[in-house]
């Protein structure tokens, strides 16, 4: 039996790198894997910069009755001003010993991190969810990326290319979830070109784009409907005196979200810093779903997606051109809808990502640190990562503590 460790901060979350953990852990075979998912309810960041999502009761059921081995531990903070975001006052090294385990899983944005940091002999399995960082430490063994993009980008910035395998999300939905309620009915919208996506309360991740675009359609046949979101999509609609823009609360409730995606004709994506690989998009794609969505300076793990199945634009002009050819072109509707599904069907079935994500396991358990020479010298670069990020805000500080100083004086 090969022992599997996962480890993520606020695990028990909806969230997409979440939901990539949770379906790892309920998907390996439980006669070849013991999966141990170590979780913390999210407290409290200092400063407060991430909209962290809530534990869902529903996953934690939903874990438990896959019979995933769920470990609780307590973290009073995160201090986002170390270089690894330490976990103020935890007990995490209670309740975790590495030696129990042949490998840890991660999911996380691929810089330096704690507690992996202080991981240093158990062979370690990244899955990165975000752009901008790397970390070389001598024992992650394999790092798994969710998009071709992200690899490119994390070699760019210094990961070394022979760790990298590729995966995408596992996205379990059963067959029969494809007919069910809707919200037509409900909202009176029946018989209307529906839009919409569905998105975390989080003001950081707020993009313009769709629904100023959507104020440039004015077609009486057109709406659209936002599943929680930031409150500015509300102060947004009010200001562009959009009538026909629905809200609907923010859940984790699977079968609310499956409910509202079986209600749109489109899915009408944006997030101001993009994504790597979206799993609400791929969700999307099981219901034959449309995509349009825009692209980002931040995060373009999408767009290579998109351009295949949907509409990718660059602005508000350009998302309200695939607003109208969506509304009007039947055979381009037709012609994206049917590529989703295809799309949906290669890339997220459940047994063909679990199977991918095994193998990765087999082949660490046989050679998990192969190229030792390479990984002394990838890991160096992370050393002077790690010491230039402490440099930094030992600066900041006391650059602000004169700052203080001066202005007391003053």
Known sequence: ?????????????????????????????????????????????????????????????????????????????????????????????????????????????????????????????????????????????????????????????????????????????????????????????????????????????FSDIPLNAFAKLKHSNAAFIILGGSEKYRVQAKRLKLNEVYFLDHTSNKEVVRKFLRTLNVYAHGRKDGEVNSTAIAEAMFFSLPIISHSSIVAQGHMKLIESIGFLANDSDDYYLGLTRMLNDVNFYKSCSRKSKEFFEKNYSPKGQINKIIDIYDEVIINPFPKKLRRHFFALKTKKYIAIRYFEIFRYKIFSRVKKLLRNND
Not at 23 to 32: C, F, Q, S
Not at 131 to 149: A, C, L, T
Not at 166 to 182: A, K, R, T
């Open 1 to 205: 039996m090969i022992r599997i460790a996962i480890i993520k901060y606020a695990g028990l979350s909806s969230a997409g790198t979440e939901k990539f953990l949770q379906n790892i852990a309920v998907h390996l075979p439980k006669d070849r894997f013991i999966v141990d998912f170590f979780y913390c309810v999210h407290n409290r960041d200092e400063p407060e910069m991430f909209s962290v999502p809530e534990k869902s009761n529903e996953v934690e059921d939903y874990l438990n009755h896959h019979n995933v081995n769920l470990i609780e531990f307590n973290v009073a903070a995160r201090d986002l001003n170390s270089p690894c975001h330490n976990w103020i006052d935890t007990d995490f090294w209670k309740v975790f010993d590495e030696a129990k385990y042949d490998i840890i899983q991660t999911g996380r944005g691929g810089y330096p991190e704690y507690p992996f940091n202080k991981i240093k002999k158990t062979p370690i399995v990244d899955s990165i969810h975000l752009s901008g960082f790397f970390d070389n430490q001598f024992n992650i063994s394999r790092v798994m990326h969710i998009s071709e993009w992200s690899a490119k980008k994390w070699i760019t910035d210094g990961g070394d290319k022979n760790r990298i395998r590729h995966v995408s999300h596992i996205i379990d939905i059963p067959s029969n979830e494809l007919s069910g309620d809707n919200y037509r009915e409900e909202l009176n919208l029946e018989g209307k070109f529906i839009f919409g996506f569905h998105q975390r309360n989080d003001e950081y991740i």
